[in-house]
C-alpha cells in the first residue's frame, strides 16, 4: 500500500489530474512487486501475479482456455482527502473490497434509521389512511376512497405517490374554491349591510 498527494477536488480542474492517477496506480502495483497484496485469513498472501497465466472457468467447471492477470490499482480508506491511498489487488479481491464496502456502507444507512419496505407491508399500512392500492395483471390500481379519484401505475410506489400528488392538486382547487366563496361572502354581507342611513334632525 502507497499514499499519494492526489486532491479528488482538482478532478475536474487539473489537466494532469487522469494522468497523476495512473501514476499513482502504477506506483502502487510497483511497490508490490507486481503481487496482489490481499492477506488470506490463514496469514497467506494471495499468489496473483501481473501478466500470470489462468485458466478461465468455462461451462460446467471445464477449463476454457487461458487468461492474462491484470493487476489493480485500488483506492482504500477516505477518497475525498488529498492523501490518497492505493493498494494492489486482483480483480477478484478488488471486487470484493467494494462489494465490502458497499455493505458497509448499507448497514450505516440501517444505524441512521432506514429500513426496506416490502410492498406488502406499503400496501398494509395504507389500508386506513383512505388510499387503496391493489395490484392487478396490468399493474398496480389505486384510489382515494370517496372520491373520484383513481387510477395505474407499474409499481406500488408510484401508484401511492400518484395518488397522494392527486390529493395534492385536489386539495389547492378546493383551497382556491373556498377562497373564492369567501369573498362572494364578504361581498354578500356587505351589500345586505349597506352604508348608514341618513336620519334627518
Not at 468455462?58 to 487461458?66: A, F, L, N, V
Not at 485500488?74 to 475525498?80: F, M, S, Y
Not at 486482483?90 to 467494494?98: L, V
Not at 387510477?151 to 382556491?176: D, N, P
Amino acid at each position: 500500500m502507497i499514499e499519494v498527494e492526489l486532491d479528488p477536488a482538482t478532478k475536474h480542474t487539473d489537466p494532469h489530474y487522469k494522468r497523476k492517477l495512473r501514476e499513482a496506480k502504477r506506483a502502487c502495483k510497483e511497490a508490490a512487486k507486481w503481487q496482489c497484496e490481499y492477506i488470506h485469513p490463514n496469514g497467506q498472501r494471495c499468489s496473483a501475479r501481473q501478466s500470470q497465466l489462468r485458466r478461465k472457468k468455462g461451462r460446467h467447471g471445464e477449463p476454457d482456455g487461458w487468461s492474462v492477470m491484470r493487476l489493480h490499482g485500488c483506492h482504500v480508506g477516505n477518497k475525498q482527502v488529498p492523501q490518497q491511498q492505493f493498494i494492489c489487488f486482483c480483480p477478484k479481491h478488488h471486487a470484493e473490497y467494494d462489494r465490502g464496502i458497499e455493505l458497509q456502507e448499507q448497514v450505516f444507512c440501517y444505524r441512521r434509521g432506514y429500513q426496506m419496505t416490502s410492498t406488502d407491508a406499503l400496501l398494509a399500512e395504507l389500508q386506513d389512511s383512505g388510499i387503496s392500492v391493489w395490484e392487478e395483471t396490468d399493474g398496480y390500481h389505486w384510489r382515494v376512497d370517496e372520491t373520484d379519484l383513481v387510477g395505474r401505475r407499474t409499481t406500488a410506489i408510484g401508484a401511492v405517490c400518484a395518488a397522494i400528488r392527486q390529493l395534492s392538486c385536489q386539495w389547492a382547487v378546493t383551497k382556491r374554491e373556498l377562497d373564492l366563496l369567501r369573498k362572494q361572502i364578504a361581498t354578500l354581507q356587505t351589500c345586505m349591510t349597506g352604508p348608514p342611513e341618513f336620519v334627518p334632525l
